[in-house]
């Protein structure tokens, strides 16, 4: 089982920046994405960005392409999501999970339902 440890959230005013981290225990994790989701109180988790580490595709929903930049360090076995120009309809908790890549060129898919194992959050406030 792989495990997952974010770090890096906090409370932000509007039009700022946080970086979060995603530590992820597996010593190669080639054949996986990273995707980062997140919840807010009575919502679904919604996917946000994802990582496919072994070429470093990236995709975003549209929500916050152009304003998060989704990133990994193979030697850290660490990933992470820059969050620029924050909005107060960014809080939420973050969480970063593992997607398994079947085949070579896939894309990540951005849903929980292809998710395996997940970390257990990390908080991200944006408010005056």
């Known amino acids: 089982q792989v495990q997952l440890v974010e770090s890096g959230g906090g409370l932000v005013q509007p039009g700022g920046s946080l970086r979060l981290s995603c530590a992820v225990s597996?010593?190669?994790?080639?054949?996986?994405?990273i995707g980062w989701f997140r919840q807010t109180p009575g919502k679904e988790r919604e996917g946000v960005a994802c990582?496919?580490?072994?070429?470093?595709?990236?995709f975003y929903t549209d929500s916050v392409r152009g304003r998060f930049t989704v990133s990994r360090d193979n030697a850290s076995n660490t990933v992470y999501l820059q969050m620029n120009s924050l909005k107060a309809e960014d809080t939420a908790v973050y969480y970063c999970a593992t997607e398994r890549i079947w085949m070579p060129g896939s894309k990540c898919s951005l849903t929980t339902q292809r998710s395996e194992d997940w970390g257990r959050g990390t908080q991200v406030t944006v408010s005056s």
């Open positions: 597996r010593a190669t994790f080639q054949n996986y994405a």
């Open positions: 990582i496919v580490i072994a070429d470093a595709r990236s």
